[in-house]
């Protein structure tokens, strides 16, 4: 750990500052260094308000100004006057804190865009606007329609506005409370608000509201926003449209209706048919009806469990569900019953699209070697969850060793690229001259805008590298290859310098009548075939031809990986940030 005083070297602090958050010390840096944009400037993108350390000259650096605001809203307070009438400047200091807009000219907060822009962010803003946007009805409205809260600050007749208040408690309920009394016990208004907002009557927020304000067409708004409601609806408003709206969306409807109706076959079985979970709240006597039991595990195969134990163990009921079970891709193995857990042809189907499912699956499956092979095949961690013996098998071990491989491969160059990204931010908000050192840094940040060449070191600039990429960049023939493939995050080495050169021209498709078409972009594609046939609907099967050569698909695709990802050339990976 490095601690600071007045003998620490600049470049340190800078590393220090720039590291370290909000950790260092202001007093101990040497008073000379807090004179430079860049410390300036490293302390202000951790703590905004420190502006008020800088310099005049340094308060009026639009940069510098503007990373402090994005930290800190309040920093506006230290910029320059000219500066506090900036409306970028301004717009970055309310997207932090709203209640910065005291800090800007008068003027300007008279300015309903950037008053709403305030009272978005911080609701305490709004005592801070102009007097004319107080009084302005219309301003007002929109106010509350982004803040409700702000009718706190409200002067007595806006708080019997019956529209402005409507749109308040929509926008947030509890404010209900300052509201004007007269609101609070007009029967319209309150109805207006449960139409508003269905939700306030189960959330207690506004007491005044109970069952009796519900009518048959908010019933209906009510459990189409979510079954759940239905409870807080009064029986004389249980229609059938009404209950099998909710089913489809809570089984647990049936809990609140009559016996009479739950008795009822042919009303189970639309039940049922609307939502197959409703088997489960059916009387005693229908779990064991052959009919409403198919029904059920025909549309959710799990629904098996609700059945009684004579139908749960019959073998056409069983099939039926195991059916419906492998062709919902949803469904998880954890979710479903034991029975299935330990059903083999289930199990395979479930491993086999996601390995980690084998851990839910039974004891005895977990030792099944082709269960186990299934599992470790999709995802070599599933390795884990399979029994010890199937772990310890040769073939198993081999597929599960060689897929972690894989994933750590990828591990490892995502640290590598999250390192460089990292540097690469530093150097954007740096500005620094001779700040880059490294090549692969060296090559991003020229392919980025606001690139300045006195960034490079004097040996980078120099450097062949990076010579022949500014060349390109300034070659209109070139510059759309290269930034595709910087682009696509693909490593740049030097073979690919050479590639790019006999890449001007592009992929050559030629079908079975002699007809050539033109691939683009083919060099960062994934899938060349897909990117030929998404240019060329029509086209059907095709030769491929590069530079006059004539190429099969898996031999284009071989080559264009061994070159644009060899490690021959690691010094010269460029990623895009």
């Known amino acids: 750990m490095v601690f600071l005083d007045h003998t620490t070297p ?15 010390k202001i ?16 302390i202000v993108s951790k703590a905004g308000k420190y502006l008020r350390i800088a310099s005049p000259e340094l308060r009026n650096d639009e940069y510098i100004v503007s990373v402090a605001v994005s930290n800190n809203g309040e920093a506006l307070q230290y910029a320059s006057k000219e500066l506090r009438s900036n409306r970028t400047i301004i717009n970055k200091a309310l997207q932090q804190n709203g209640f910065a807009i005291q800090y800007i000219d008068p003027i300007l907060r008279q300015d ?6 305030a009272i978005r962010s911080n609701n305490r803003s709004y005592s801070k606007i102009g007097l004319n946007l107080k009084n302005d009805r219309n301003f007002n409205l929109q106010a509350v329609a982004i803040k409700g809260i702000i009718i706190r600050y409200f002067p007595e007749e806006y708080r019997k506005d019956r529209e402005m208040m409507r749109l308040a408690i929509k926008n947030r309920p509890s404010v209900f409370e300052n509201i004007d009394s007269s609101l609070k016990e007009d029967r319209e208004f309150l109805q207006e608000l449960l139409e508003d907002n269905p939700s306030i009557l189960v959330s207690g927020v506004i007491p005044q509201i109970d069952k ?33 709206i909710a089913l489809k969306y809570n089984s647990l409807v049936l809990r609140h209706l009559s016996e009479e109706m739950t008795s009822n076959k042919e009303f189970l079985l639309r ?8 088997l489960q709240f059916a009387p005693t006597e229908f779990k064991n009806d052959r009919e409403l039991v198919s029904v059920a595990v ?12 004579e139908l749960y163990l019959d073998p056409d009921i069983r099939a039926i569900a195991i059916r419906q079970i492998l062709h919902n891709k949803q469904v998880k193995l954890q979710n479903l019953d034991r029975m299935f857990q330990d059903d083999k042809e289930i199990v395979l189907c479930m491993v086999s699209r996601n390995g980690f499912e084998v851990n839910f699956a039974s004891d005895s499956l977990k030792d099944d070697m082709e269960v186990a092979h299934c599992a470790v095949s999709q995802n070599g961690f599933a390795i884990r969850f399979v029994s010890p013996r199937c772990q310890e098998d040769p073939e198993i071990k081999t597929i599960a060793t060689r897929y972690q491989h894989r994933i750590a491969q990828r591990s490892d160059m995502s640290r590598i ?6 540097e690469i931010l530093e150097i954007s908000s740096h500005r620094e001259y001779n700040s880059i050192t490294k090549l692969p840094l060296a090559l991003i940040a020229i392919c980025r805008s606001g690139f300045n060449i ?32 910087v682009n696509a995050g693909i490593p740049l080495t030097e073979e690919l310098h050479n590639l790019l050169q006999n890449a001007r021209e592009p992929l050559i498709l030629q079908d079975l009548g002699g007809n050539n078409y033109t691939v683009r972009n083919w060099l960062t594609c994934d899938n060349i075939i897909a990117l030929a046939q998404e240019q060329y609907s029509e086209i059907g099967s095709f030769d491929i031809y590069l530079n006059d050569r004539l190429f099969s698909e898996m031999e284009l695709i071989d080559a264009k990986q061994s070159i644009l990802y060899s490690s021959d050339f690691p010094e010269a990976m460029i990623v895009y940030r």
């Open 10 to 24: 600049l470049d340190i602090v800078l590393s220090v500052l720039r590291k370290r958050g909000k950790t260092y």
């Open 27 to 42: 007093k101990y840096i040497n008073p000379e260094f807090l004179k430079e944009p860049e410390v300036i400037l490293a």
């Open 112 to 117: 309903p865009e950037i008053a709403l822009l």
């Open 212 to 244: 009796s304000y519900i009518t048959h067409k908010l019933a209906m708004k009510l459990v189409k926003k979510n079954g759940y409601y239905f409870s807080h609806i009064p029986p004389e408003l249980h229609t059938e449209e009404l209950i099998f």
């Open 271 to 278: 039940a049922i048919c609307c939502n197959s979970d409703s």
């Open 298 to 309: 025909s549309k959710r195969g799990n629904s098996i469990q609700y059945a009684s134990v």
């Open 417 to 422: 690229l999250k390192n460089i990204r990292q």
């Open 454 to 485: 006195n960034q490079l070191s004097d040996e980078l600039k120099t450097h062949p590298s990076i010579i022949n990429l500014l060349q390109l960049k300034t070659d209109p023939t070139n510059k759309s290859i290269l930034f595709d493939v």
